[in-house]
């Protein structure tokens, strides 16, 4: 299995088709997925040099095994730099490490904070909290 790290300022790579990586999102978040408009929206993000961010794909024989998505929010100190959006690894490929490889590879390429967000029962909450997140809010939000 090869990581793979998109970089918004080095141009375009093919490793990183938008649309086929969305699908696989799509896919895999199984019930904390998004609107596939959303998820592009996202992507589009993380591949705009003037607003930033990056992917990074897990990829073996082709195939994509995981993916995780980070936004940069061009804030910091009162607002962590990045925001991880998105996570997910391959519904047959799972509790074999390559989430936790992901995560490690965000920390390593993220530069400043990061922010996430998880449902308290999700089991991906163990991974975040055994690489050293912490949840000392509430995320509140104003749905409109
Ligand atoms: C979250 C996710 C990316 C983890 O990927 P993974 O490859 O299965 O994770 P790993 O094998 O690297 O496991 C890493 C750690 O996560 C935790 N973990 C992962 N799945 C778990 C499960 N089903 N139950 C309990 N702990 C789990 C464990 O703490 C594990 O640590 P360990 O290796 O010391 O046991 C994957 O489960 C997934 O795609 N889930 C659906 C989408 C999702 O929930 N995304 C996150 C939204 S916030």
């Known amino acids: 299995m090869q990581l793979i790290t998109s970089d918004p ?5 093919p490793h990183f088709d938008q649309e086929r990586i969305a699908r696989f999102l799509e896919v895999h978040l199984d019930q904390y997925g998004d609107r596939m408009e959303d998820i592009l929206k996202c992507l589009n993000y993380a591949f705009d040099p003037v607003r930033g961010g990056f992917v990074v794909i897990a990829v073996e024989d082709g195939a994509i095994l995981g993916a995780v998505v980070v936004n940069e929010t061009g804030m910091s100190g009162y607002i962590p730099e990045n925001i991880l959006v998105y996570i997910a690894v391959d519904r047959s ?22 922010a996430l967000h998880v449902e308290p029962e999700n089991p991906a909450r163990k991974l975040y909290e055994a690489l050293g997140f912490t949840n000392k809010y509430l995320e509140m939000r104003l749905h409109r």
């Open 93 to 114: 490929q799972r509790g074999k490490g390559v989430g936790r490889q992901l995560m490690q590879a965000a920390l390593t390429k993220a530069e400043g904070s990061i």
């Open 9 to 13: 300022h080095t141009g375009p790579d």
